[in-house]
């Protein structure tokens, strides 16, 4: 059974620095493209960051450019996300997806964690 937990959330004030992680079983993460989607009340599911699962290419959306990272451990089966100088508007859950990376980059994958709440307050 594949699981994907994440972990890290919280509640923060703006400027502050989260950093998420995520605990992959079940699947071989190094054999898929990772990545850490975001949704925020009223809003659609925002693909926030892609890390390819052999070249480490990465994608960020716009919004979170030169503030966040994406990076993961093939060998611990992990991916991390460090979120800085959080904004408001970054508040959502957080939720770690792997699948292709094409796919990832339309919104789809073939596996979701059950996301993390990151609040920030102004």
């Known amino acids: 059974q594949v699981q994907l937990v994440e972990s890290g959330g919280g509640l923060v004030q703006s400027g502050a620095s989260l950093r998420l992680s995520c605990a992959a079983s079940?699947?071989?993460?190094?054999?898929?493209?990772m990545a850490w989607f975001r949704q925020a009340p009223g809003l659609e599911r925002e693909c926030v960051a892609v890390?390819?699962?052999?070249?480490?290419?990465?994608h960020y959306a716009e919004s979170v450019k030169g503030r966040f990272i994406i990076s993961r451990d093939n060998a611990e089966n992990t991916v991390q996300m460090q979120m800085n100088a959080l904004k408001p508007e970054d508040t959502a859950v957080y939720y770690c997806?792997?699948?292709?990376?094409?796919?990832?980059?339309?919104?789809?994958?073939?596996?979701w964690g059950q996301g993390t709440q990151v609040t920030v307050s102004s």
């Open positions: 890390i390819s699962w052999n070249t480490g290419t990465t």
């Open positions: 997806a792997a699948g292709s990376y094409r796919a990832v980059l339309r919104g789809q994958a073939d596996y």
């Open positions: 079940g699947l071989t993460a190094s054999r898929y493209s």
